[in-house]
């Protein structure tokens, strides 16, 4: 596609369920971010993908935070045992090298009731 | 490690000028401009990859002093269109990509 896409938009789940996040990036970027935004804040650096390398997951939260990008393309975002803190958009972004200009998705917006 | 922007808000009437500051306590590799409208996502605004670089892009331009590791955005003669949050960005160590405090812009008629 001509963006990157965000799937799903919207996720609601029940305190302490799995969630899946997926991120389908612009073809041919090398790059790809995932960043967590709370209502009222700036997005929050999670973590960074060269291709298929997890280069940096210094920002993920928890280690209930795990992510990856098997193929060098489309990547996922999973959240084990959610609780309510987790409540945000998060937000994925693609470049065609690192430091270069981000195109980010729609986002998910995720609510843990 | 997160730069810090001043104002915090601003509100504008159609035509008047403004400047948005980032400033790091971090050595400045690149920054980035990005402008988020409420409900939508961050989209970019422009790079500056060097010390001293100042950018242009309509009425929207961009200054870089990597010695007093600050970036400043101009919008000059604003539009409606301009109203949002306005965020810098910079690399830091490694590969982390911190996005600044924000910066909401209001324009109105």
């Known amino acids: 596609g001509a963006g990157v896409s965000q799937s799903p938009r919207y996720k609601v789940a029940k305190r302490g369920q799995d969630v899946a996040l997926r991120c389908d990036p612009i073809s041919g970027h090398v790059s790809l971010f995932w960043y967590q935004q709370a209502l009222g804040q700036g997005p929050e650096f999670l973590t960074y993908?060269?291709?298929?390398?997890?280069?940096?997951k210094s920002g993920l939260p928890s280690d209930r935070f795990f992510a990856e990008r098997p193929e060098g393309s489309v990547s996922t975002l999973k959240i084990q045992r959610t609780q309510q803190e987790d409540s945000a958009v998060y937000l994925c972004a693609s470049s065609q090298q690192g430091g270069q200009p981000q195109h980010f998705g729609d986002g998910t917006r995720l609510s843990i009731l | 490690q997160q730069p810090v922007q001043s104002p915090q808000a601003v509100i504008l009437r159609e035509g008047e000028d403004a400047v948005i500051n980032c400033s790091s306590s971090k050595a400045l590799y690149s920054v980035h401009w990005y402008r988020q409208k409420h409900g939508e996502a961050p989209v970019f605004l422009m790079i500056?990859?060097?010390?001293?670089e100042q950018k242009g892009h309509d009425k929207i331009s961009a200054s870089f002093n990597e010695k007093k590791q600050q970036s400043s955005l101009y919008l000059t003669a604003s539009q409606l269109s301009y109203s949002g949050t306005y965020f810098c960005g910079t690399a830091q160590t490694g590969n982390q990509f911190y996005f600044g405090t924000g910066t909401s812009l209001t324009v109105i008629p």
């Open positions: 500056l990859l060097k010390g001293g």
């Open positions: 993908f060269q291709n298929e390398a997890q280069l940096d």
